[in-house]
């Protein structure tokens, strides 16, 4: 039997990438394309571990961050009334990031009940990228 979700499966999941050293600094879990995956950010790169329908190591994707060149957190625009109190109810986040080398990442992120905090992942992620990338663009 699989491992349900939680904050502490995907900090070891994310764990087995850290380099000697290296900390992990905010993660969660997240989506970007048709892939879900469990993101987090360390001291030197942010990582996306894919994972496959019944939540197994797929692939991993890394971003160095001196490789980051734009990043900001967007929240989604609803006109509909009652897509906009979903919305609300969701908590959805999404992280766009984007390389000097022209790569462009959005991650989609919202509420979680068994990963604490997951919907202000993206924020956290963003906050940290902003002392740690000098000369950052976006908001």
């Keep these: ?17 850290l380099q000697e050293g290296e900390n992990l600094l905010a993660c969660g879990y997240g989506s970007y394309g048709f892939k879900t995956c469990y993101l987090g950010l360390t001291d030197r790169r942010l990582l996306a571990n894919e994972r496959t329908l019944k939540d197994e190591d797929k692939a991993l994707e890394e971003i160095p961050l001196a490789d980051i060149a734009e990043a900001r957190v967007k929240k989604p625009f609803f ?28 991650f989609t992120l919202q509420r979680q009940p068994l990963v604490k905090g997951n919907e202000t992942v993206a924020e956290r992620i963003l906050a940290e990228l902003q002392t740690r990338v000098p000369g950052l663009m976006g908001s």
């Design 79 to 106: 006109l509909p009334l009652d897509q906009f109190l979903l919305g609300l109810l969701m908590k959805l986040r999404y992280l766009e990031i984007k390389t000097h080398s022209g790569r462009r990442l959005t």
């Design 1 to 17: 039997m699989a491992e349900k979700l939680s904050l502490e499966k995907i900090q070891r999941e994310l764990g087995k990438y």
